[in-house]
């Protein structure tokens, strides 16, 4: 199975409430980031988190990272319906100088109003 | 500064047609990678391009596929004799070199091809 597999593979929450999506992959990893994705457009970047990091804040998002347990976490905090989207983990590793990038198959959030 | 640029946006081919996408990558980046991606699936690792070389093609079918990024010009996409399992939203996203300390990559809004 692919590396950078989230759960749960859809989410429905009620506005206000907390999101929390969760990511884990096989291999080594130099950072660990997460992107967003509204309905037939690409990919955002919301958040990266490094290897030698444990968690990280950016406004309502917050990553957790345990590299013992090959895991990530992503909380979205007292939700908004313009939250609703589908939430990719991609991680990244280096080799010699290039990167490389294996994304997860998904959560898709639902915020309702 | 734009963005990453792919053209064309939705583009239908015949099965057995060629269909090339196009993308300009950010300026400054010197990285591009491609993806593929059927309806409410996550995103599939085709091909990692720099300028004139292919770094890494190894979830790029062998056959009918193709990709290149030129020294001038944008990366383009190449698959030939379509079938209409190619039918998918393709994506090309772009990083700046290695060694600048971003690891992050910058998406475009994706090329959706149909075969009929």
């Known amino acids: 199975s692919q590396q950078g597999e989230e759960d749960p593979q859809a989410l429905s929450i009620q506005e206000g409430e907390n999101a929390t999506m969760n990511c884990s992959y096989k291999?080594?990893?130099?950072?660990l980031q997460w992107y967003r994705q509204n309905s037939g457009r690409g990919l955002v970047h919301l958040i990266l988190?490094?290897?030698?990091?444990r968690e990280k804040h950016s406004g309502r998002l917050r990553v957790t990272l345990d590299t013992s347990k090959k895991s990530s976490s992503l909380l979205i905090t007292a939700s908004r319906a313009a939250d609703t989207a589908s939430y990719f983990c991609?991680?990244?590793?280096?080799?010699?100088?290039?990167?490389?990038?294996?994304f997860g198959t998904g959560t898709r959030l639902k915020v309702l109003a | 500064n734009a963005g990453v640029m792919q053209n064309p946006r939705h583009l239908v081919r015949r099965r057995g047609q060629e269909a090339r996408l196009r993308c300009s990558p950010m300026?400054?980046?010197?990285?591009v990678y491609w993806y593929r991606q059927l309806p409410e699936e996550g995103l599939k690792f085709m091909v990692y391009?720099?300028?004139?070389?292919?770094?890494?093609e190894s979830g790029m079918p062998k056959e009918r596929f193709s990709a290149e990024f030129p020294k001038e010009g944008p990366s383009i996409l190449r698959i030939q004799q379509v079938v209409r399992g190619d039918s998918a939203a393709y994506f090309c996203?772009?990083?700046?070199?290695?060694?600048?300390?971003?690891?992050?990559?910058?998406f475009g809004p994706g090329t959706r091809l149909t075969v009929t």
């Open positions: 996203a772009s990083s700046p070199p290695t060694g600048q300390g971003s690891y992050e990559q910058y």
């Open positions: 291999t080594s990893i130099n950072n």
């Open positions: 988190i490094r290897s030698n990091e």
């Open positions: 991609a991680t990244v590793s280096t080799t010699s100088g290039t990167y490389k990038y294996i």
């Open positions: 300026k400054g980046h010197s990285h």
């Open positions: 391009l720099q300028k004139e070389n292919i770094i890494d």
